[in-house]
């Protein structure tokens, strides 16, 4: 069924939603997780270009990264983690192509038309652009 899936994380509570909805379908088909991150300040769109240093918001995600990874792997899990830099979207369908993927896990934030408007949608756009199979799982109270 799944052999890699994976799961964009943003460090919010968004994250915890989607890890503990996926699990049991890990734990079902045996399959690696993949937890990326995409890292989209001005240094991180910018760091390959004007080879920049890394910025405190790129070792904090890498940093968030490693734990939960760390986290998922004491419970069993076969983990890897990606920091991306750039556009979101782009990111994470570049990372699922790249590494083989068979399913996106993404949970939502909910916001609806207006908020759409103003924020755009990751989810939206990934689904517009890919073939990989895709679940989005609605975050409760984020």
Same mark, same amino acid.
């Given at each position: ?5 994976l799961?964009?994380? !943003?460090?919010s509570p968004t994250d915890r %939603?989607? =890890?503990?909805?996926?699990k049991p379908l890990?734990?079902?088909? @045996?399959? *690696?997780l ?6 989209d300040?001005?240094v991180?769109r910018n760091f390959?270009?004007?080879k920049?240093?890394?910025? !405190?918001?790129?070792?904090?995600d890498? %940093?968030? =990264?490693e734990?939960i ?6 419970? @069993?899990? *076969?983990v ?7 556009d ?7 990372a ?22 103003f924020h755009g949608s990751?989810? *939206?756009q990934v689904?517009?652009?890919?073939s990989?199979?895709l679940l ?7």
């Open positions: 069924m799944y052999q890699r899936i799961i964009p994380l !943003e460090n %939603a989607i =890890l503990e909805h996926v890990v734990k079902l088909t @045996g399959a *690696t993949l937890l990326l991150h995409v890292a300040g001005w991180a390959n270009q004007l920049l240093a890394e910025s !405190e918001e790129m070792k904090t890498r %940093a968030y =990264l734990k990874a760390g986290q998922l792997h004491a419970e @069993g899990f *076969t890897a983690i990606q920091l991306a830099l750039g979101p979207p782009a990111e994470i369908i570049k699922a192509k790249a590494e083989n993927c068979d399913l996106i896990a993404m949970a939502g934030h909910g916001h609806r038309f207006f908020g759409d408007l990751t989810i *939206t689904r517009h652009e890919t990989i199979p989005v799982l609605r975050a409760r109270n984020a």
